[in-house]
């Protein structure tokens, strides 16, 4: 009988053991289909949302939202499917994983009625950003001044005090004051949305990307270590403009007046380098005029960035790249959102770029950082549907940001005939790490800020007659800055950046900022191009240009995509597993002893005093 029964269970679990198999050899086949239909229809929702982007209007944003309902429609479907799955169980850990990403619905997991209202919200909020229109200060019967190019180019190079003051306020109140409806709308939607997924706010759906619970207290800790050093830069910049502008306008110990900052959002500061650079007199490295002067376009400068990654042994843009992209603003009138962005139609080699590019330096660089969005398209292509992005969100945007680092190098501008008859001294390597810094660490508390912010009132954590001045006290406490006019909750700032505006979680250009550094240290090692023993070989001359060797780490780590935890595919690219601000703190050391050493002597205030720039009804 013992026997009998024994049989019998030895029966039941190799039944059990071989449904399980057939199970998961369904399950295969039915995720490979899935992919396919999910590519072919957000396919048809990305043309759909080009359409809208490449030209704002009633049709193309009617069309936009239908298929995007469509497509959310579907994808809730999938998940009701996924339910007959027993996927938790599968031997198959990449088929667990896919499963387990295509269970996340996002904004999908709404109602009919609700998604519907959600897309009306975004494209309310989105064309709004893209059609603000000022009256020129100097002109007031001139009132079609836009954001980019025209009010951008003022922030940029305007030293007038009121001018820059008239520019913030228009363009705040248009382009963030006018949304609050809709914005109190966005965060209620999205709060149900992130319930619906089984998350408590929409803070931990956009964590949840990150695979990591304690990612939150890994970037307080990297930005705790790097405080310091943008304390350092923030009294000398502060100090500086003092001395430009006097003590009326720019506080001793007070937060800066983010208008003088030469960025409407006072998030990177090297527009304003020409009068706060450590050495003026040696000359700081901008080759614009040079690539003006040599008759540099928007076309070239996407076929020297296309040669970069070809000289790592890359991948070569594809011939729909050029058809199909917007490399220049169109002149036919149309509204359309020009912030430069890079698109995967998630068709093989369909890949665009939509970037009303200027000839200019600044815009050199961001032409590289588009084209490393587009570079990670390919060498993932051939993944699954479901993998087919970052390893996290930053990984995406550090890519492009390693190459940029490359080629603002004196070392490569020389490489390409733009740079000529340069010295580089050390007063010169301060000054162009002092450049770098006020691009690169200064954007590290305006990113944080971005997502700190939102996840605050996702959480419910501000009450909403708050909204505005919690948005100011956060920009205070982390960039030391303040609006260059009084605001109160009759106002509401926040939207007036346009990654709030269109629903863009920010993190991901925070981590990317940290992560790039290590990238760009391991990418130069390889290159053979740094060596920190070496003098003639330091991090902040480091060219990879033409090395097959970090064009293959590259590789490596880009042809993963999502199909691993992000700290896998940090370790397949340099053997790391964490994010770290070393690599960061090691490229500005020189630049680090130097700030501390001439503010000391200088007596330079360090800090700042809290603003009264916001007052609560």
């Known amino acids: 009988m013992k026997i009998l029964i024994v049989a019998l269970f030895a029966t039941l679990a190799l039944q059990n053991a071989l449904a399980s198999v057939k199970e998961e050899i369904t399950a295969t086949e039915y995720i490979e289909n899935l992919n396919k239909e999910i590519a072919r229809r957000t396919n048809l929702e990305t043309e759909a949302s080009w359409a809208y982007a490449s030209n704002i209007n009633a049709e193309n944003e009617r069309k936009k939202n239908e298929v995007s309902a469509e497509v959310a429609k579907f994808m809730k479907e999938v998940s009701t499917d996924l339910q007959k799955f027993n996927w938790q169980s599968f031997k198959s850990e990449n088929l667990r994983r896919q499963f387990k990403m295509l269970t996340k619905l996002g904004y999908a997991a709404l109602s009919e009625a609700d998604y519907a209202e959600y897309l009306d919200v975004m494209s309310t909020m989105e064309s709004n950003f893209a059609k603000v229109r000022v009256c020129d200060y100097k002109n007031a019967t001139k009132c079609d001044l836009s954001l980019d190019p025209e009010i951008e180019d003022i922030i940029t190079t305007s030293r007038d005090p009121e001018e820059l003051k008239y520019y913030w306020r228009e363009f705040y109140d248009k382009a963030g004051t006018a ?115 040599q008759g540099y376009t928007p076309l070239k400068m996407f076929q020297l960035g296309d040669d970069f990654f070809q000289s790592m042994n890359l991948t070569k843009l594809p011939q729909d790249f050029w058809d199909k992209s917007i490399l220049v603003k169109p002149d036919d009138g149309r509204d359309l959102i020009c912030h430069a962005s890079a698109w995967d139609f998630y068709i093989i080699d369909d890949v665009r770029i939509k970037q009303c590019t200027r000839v200019t330096m600044d815009q050199f660089f961001t032409v590289h950082h588009e084209l490393g969005h587009i570079q990670y398209f390919l060498q993932y292509q051939h993944l699954p549907f479901i993998y087919r992005a970052g390893a996290n969100p930053g990984f995406h945007e550090a890519v492009g940001d390693v190459l940029s680092l490359s080629v603002s190098t004196p070392k490569h501008l020389e490489r390409v005939g733009l740079l000529k008859n340069y010295q580089r001294d050390d007063e010169a390597r301060i000054n162009q790490l002092f450049l770098a810094a006020l691009d690169k660490i200064v954007f590290l508390p305006f990113a944080f800020t971005m997502d700190k912010y939102r996840w605050a009132l996702f959480r419910g954590e501000v009450d909403k007659k708050d909204w505005n001045c919690a948005f100011w006290k956060l920009r205070e406490e982390y960039s030391g800055i303040e609006p260059p006019v009084v605001r109160s909750e009759k106002d509401f700032d926040a939207p007036a950046k346009y990654h709030v505006s269109a629903d863009v979680e920010y993190l991901r250009y925070l981590v990317s900022f940290i992560i790039q550094f290590q990238f760009y240290k391991s990418a130069c090692i390889k290159a053979g191009q740094y060596d920190p023993t070496n003098p003639e070989l330091p991090l902040d001359n480091c060219d990879i240009y033409g090395s097959f060797e970090a064009g293959q780490a590259f590789k490596n780590m880009l042809s993963l995509g999502a199909s691993k935890p992000w700290p896998d595919v940090l370790e397949a690219f340099n053997g790391e597993r964490t994010m770290s601000g070393k690599a960061i703190a090691e490229y500005f050391e020189p630049l680090r002893v130097w700030l501390e050493a001439e503010n000391k002597k200088n007596n330079v205030p360090i800090g700042w005093t809290t603003s009264d720039k916001c007052v609560s009804s």
Do not use: C
């Not at 931990?204 to 050093?229: A, G, H, N, T, V």
């Not at 937060?255 to 020409?274: C, E, F, R, T």
């Open 179 to 293: 949304v609050r409806t809709p914005f109190e709308k966005y965060v209620e939607l999205n709060t149900k949305a992130a319930k619906l997924n089984n998350f408590n706010s929409g803070a931990e759906l956009w964590l949840d990307e990150y695979e990591d619970d304690s990612i939150e207290k890994q970037l307080e800790d990297i930005f705790d270590e790097l405080r310091p050093l943008y304390q350092q830069i923030h009294g000398y910049v502060r100090y500086r403009l003092r001395q430009h502008y006097g003590d009326a306008v720019v506080p001793e110990k007070g937060p800066i007046p983010m208008h003088l900052l030469g960025n409407m959002w006072a998030q990177q500061w090297s527009s304003v380098a020409d009068i706060v650079s450590p050495f003026p007199d040696k000359p700081l490295i901008d080759v614009t005029n040079e690539m003006v002067a």
